[in-house]
Structures are given as structure tokens and as C-alpha cells.
């Protein structure tokens, strides 16, 4: 038995045995309202108590998110027709749906950089990445899981019937005028179904003024001028999550002038630039970042950006296209600037080709800030900071900060900023490289021109009382 609905004061029973008075009175004396029977058959009557329960499942896990929005205001964008939006009105209104979409909403409203939709044995949980951290948010029903990544994948045009093997799709949502967010969507096949990780992609983080990154003054020039320049290579270096790509676009959004041909190859495009010619290299047809870096150096480019360098053939043609009266921007995966050049020597790229070509490397991580309303001095013993890494002139006037916590923040942490390395490439340093120096001896070199290393710009942060010291030990000490 099954109650419907109520009228006039009547609570009306689906059943299928007109029998069973006692299912009538025991919901006549559990609501205290008359009841009345409405025969139906018995298959139906078990769809619509599995329809019931599966919805108040659905309705039990959204709780569990906090937005507060009206869900109706969310617009999904279709790829095909870039002035088509579809309300989610016009979709099927189930509460799979209307969790998905506040699922999402809520990933946007706490800046998350990622969802996490995870299936296992006897569990199906949601977390997002906050501040580089992930977070568990929700545990929806286990029986609930197909349907939620069934519907994240009808969003993400990718193929509901495909399951065993890994697929890649893209959601734009509109969710007010001047607000919109991409999603990239990857799938992929675990042992007891499907796992989901959607990447936030903000259109707005391509704006984003080079004041907002938290480069010092000195940093900052040193990245203006290798900007200024018509030719030569910038390389943006860290761990995948360290916000090479937010570099990357900001240089771009700089040089973004009528006057200059810019063209990126990417894997994929993350943030739309207009103005900007942007393609997404694609192994499966051979476009991959070689063959795009080709096509670029036939198209009259000013400035070219490739996502990546991977091997030696695409760092063969960045390396000819920086020498030959073009400014190249990319991105290598090492833990510090001096690595970055030991790394292009281990591809084998001669020295001398990297020595007259790179101009400027800037390694990065980013460090959770310290919430401003919450944040509390650290008693930490001097001997303690001076083991850290600090100067004894330092800790004349210093004050470190810890994480507490408050309803404003995530765990003491609001936010990331940005700690880098900018070390440009002298003639000193030059030199040191076409005799074949290694990192630690480039990292000398640096030193002795003054460059800050990741930590010491980490511990300025500290010193600042923008982050806590084990927020930077977490991210500079390997």
C-alpha cells in the first residue's frame, strides 16, 4: 500500500488487494485522516513504491548540499548551437536531476576545482576538491549511483551505453546572464561501476590581471619584460593542479592585442579567449601538439602556446619557433626552474639551442590563504623557525599564523594563492648551460643573482601571515 495523495481531508491509498484492511488502518491511525482505496495492479503498485523510495532517497542525499539557490535559474548550454539554451525545465524534472544541478551549483558557489563522483562496493560518495583538498560532501544511495552519472553523462554528450572504457565530454551551464561555467568531464571504469570527475573551468579566470596571482614586484617585472619581448620561450613549471594553465592565460590575456596572430594548441582548450585562435590537438586523427606546431609557424603567428611539452620533437619546433622571431609559451612538469633546463637537455635538445632560446622559467604551486577572519599567531619556538628556513633578521619582525576554523571558511583555509619561482635566464646563466652545468648548480647561479627558490618565496608568504608554515611545508617541501 502506498499513499497518493490527500483531498478534502481524505488520504487516498494505492493498493492492490482490496482486502487488506489492515494496511488502511494502520495509515488511518498513524496520520489521524480517513483513507480511501484506490485499486491498482500489483506490478504497478511496485513501480510506483520503488518510483517513491528512490525519489526520497534522492531527496535525503540533496539535503546533504547546502545551496540554497533556486535550481531553476541553471541554463545548460548544448555544444552544437551556441545560442541555444535549454532550460532545465525542459529536461524530465526528477530529483536525480535536480541533484546533479545542485550538486554542481554548490561545486561553484564553495570555488571548488573538482567533483568527484565515486562508486564502490557499498558506497557511493561525492566529494569536491576545495583549495587543493578534497572534501567528502555527500553519500547518495548506492542505487541511486547509475542514475546520477547516467545523467552526468547525458549532460556531457558522451555515450550512457558505453561503460568499459574511459570517455571524455564537456558541460556548459549558464547560470545567470553574466555568469557561466564550463565543466570537463572525464569517465572512467572501476571495479564496481563508473567514477566521474568533473573539472570546474571559470571563463572568467582568463581575465584575470597579473596583480591577482601574487607575484611579488620583482616576479612580476620579470615577467612583464619577458612578455615585451618579440621572440624567445617562457616555461611554466609544477605538479598538474598548480595553476600553470591560469599563468599561462594571463600572459596570453596581455599580449591579446589587435596587432598580434596568437595561436595555442591544447589538450584540451580549458578557457575560451576570444581573439585567440585555439585548437585541441587530437592523437586519434595525429594532430597532436608536433604536427599543431607545425601548422602554427605556416600561419604568420605572433605568439604560439603550446599545453605542453612532451617529447623531443615538440621541444625541437617550440625551441625553432623561439629562435626564429617568435615568442612561444608552454608548460613542462618539473619541481623547480633549474630542473626545467636539466629536463630539455635529458629530452635532448642541445644546450646551446636552450641556452639562446629560453628566456624565462617560472615554477609555481599554490598554498591554501589563511582565512582572514579566523586566522590566530602561531607560538613557534625560534630555534624551530630558524630550522625552517628563516633569517635571524627575519625573526626581528615576524608574526606566523595558524588555521582555526570559523563558519566562514573551509578548516582555517579560504582560497589559494600563488608562490613562485621566476628565474630568467642571464647571460651568466647562459653560459653555465652550454658547459653542460646541472640543476644544482644552475640553482647556485640563481642564487647568486638573487632569484628566490619556491620555499624562500613560500616563507615570505608565511612571513606575511597570508598562509600558515604548514600550508608551505605541505607544498614546497618534496
Same mark, same amino acid.
Given at each position: ?85 535549454? *532550460? ?33 562496493? *557499498? ?64 569517465? /572512467? ?22 596583480? @591577482? ?157 589563511? /582565512?582572514?577572519? /579566523? ?30 576554523? /570559523? ?31 646541472? @640543476? ?39
Amino acid at each position: 500500500a502506498l499513499p497518493i495523495f490527500k483531498r478534502s481531508n481524505r488520504l487516498y491509498i494505492a493498493i492492490s488487494d482490496p482486502m487488506n484492511l489492515l494496511a488502511l488502518d494502520e495509515f488511518k491511525f498513524s496520520t489521524g485522516i480517513p483513507t480511501e482505496p484506490i485499486l491498482v495492479e500489483d506490478n504497478k503498485l511496485s513501480e510506483l513504491i520503488t518510483t517513491s523510495l528512490e525519489a526520497s532517497d534522492t531527496m535525503t542525499a540533496w539535503q546533504e548540499l547546502d545551496l540554497e539557490e533556486d535550481l531553476d535559474n541553471i541554463s545548460v548550454k548544448e555544444e552544437e548551437s551556441n545560442d541555444n539554451l535549454i *532550460k532545465t525545465g525542459d529536461f524530465d524534472e526528477t530529483p536525480v536531476v535536480r541533484f546533479v544541478n545542485k550538486m554542481m551549483l554548490d561545486a561553484i558557489r564553495q570555488s571548488a576545482s573538482d567533483i568527484h563522483l565515486e562508486t564502490y562496493e *557499498k558506497q557511493f560518495r561525492v566529494r569536491f576538491r576545495i583549495d587543493g583538498i578534497l572534501s567528502e560532501i555527500a553519500n547518495p544511495p548506492l542505487n541511486l549511483a547509475p542514475k546520477i552519472i547516467a545523467r552526468v553523462k547525458v549532460m556531457s554528450r558522451m555515450d550512457i551505453s558505453e561503460r568499459r572504457i574511459p570517455q571524455d565530454g564537456r558541460i556548459k551551464i549558464q547560470i545567470s546572464k553574466k555568469k557561466g561555467m564550463d565543466f570537463r568531464v572525464n569517465s /572512467c571504469p572501476t571495479l564496481y561501476g563508473e567514477k566521474i570527475v568533473l573539472r570546474l573551468l571559470d571563463p572568467s579566470s582568463a581575465t584575470l590581471g597579473i596583480d @591577482a596571482l601574487g607575484y611579488d614586484d620583482q616576479q612580476k617585472k620579470l615577467y612583464l619584460n619577458a612578455l615585451s619581448k618579440p621572440y624567445g620561450m617562457i616555461l611554466v613549471t609544477g605538479p598538474t593542479g598548480s595553476g600553470k594553465t591560469v599563468s599561462l592565460y594571463t600572459g596570453l590575456n596581455i599580449l591579446n592585442t589587435p596587432d598580434r596572430n596568437i595561436s595555442t594548441a591544447e589538450d584540451p582548450a580549458e578557457i575560451n579567449m576570444p581573439g585567440v585562435n585555439q585548437v585541441n590537438v587530437n592523437a586519434k586523427v595525429g594532430l597532436d601538439f608536433s604536427n599543431a606546431l607545425r601548422a602554427f609557424l605556416r600561419q604568420d603567428p605572433d605568439v604560439i602556446m603550446v599545453g605542453e611539452i612532451r617529447d623531443l620533437e615538440t621541444a625541437e619546433i617550440a625551441i625553432k619557433a623561439a629562435q626564429t622571431g617568435h615568442l612561444v609559451l608552454s608548460t613542462l612538469h618539473t619541481n623547480d626552474a633549474p630542473q626545467t633546463l636539466t629536463r630539455l637537455m635529458n629530452m635532448g635538445v642541445p644546450a646551446f639551442n636552450i641556452a639562446s632560446s629560453v628566456s624565462l622559467i617560472i615554477a609555481q604551486r599554490l598554498a591554501r590563504r589563511l /582565512c582572514p577572519h /579566523c586566522k590566530a599567531p602561531d607560538d613557534i619556538p625560534r630555534e624551530a623557525l630558524l630550522e625552517e628556513g628563516f633569517t635571524e633578521a627575519d625573526l626581528n619582525d615576524i608574526k606566523i599564523y595558524k588555521a582555526v576554523g /570559523c563558519n566562514r571558511c573551509t578548516k582555517g583555509y579560504k582560497g589559494r594563492l600563488g608562490i613562485f619561482q621566476v628565474m630568467p635566464i642571464s647571460d651568466a646563466m647562459g653560459r653555465l648551460i652550454m658547459e653542460g652545468g646541472n @640543476a644544482l648548480q644552475i640553482a647556485d647561479q640563481s642564487k647568486k643573482e638573487g632569484i628566490p627558490d619556491l620555499r624562500e618565496s613560500g616563507l615570505r608568504q608565511a612571513k606575511e601571515g597570508l598562509t600558515s608554515l604548514e600550508e608551505i611545508n605541505r607544498v614546497t617541501k618534496d
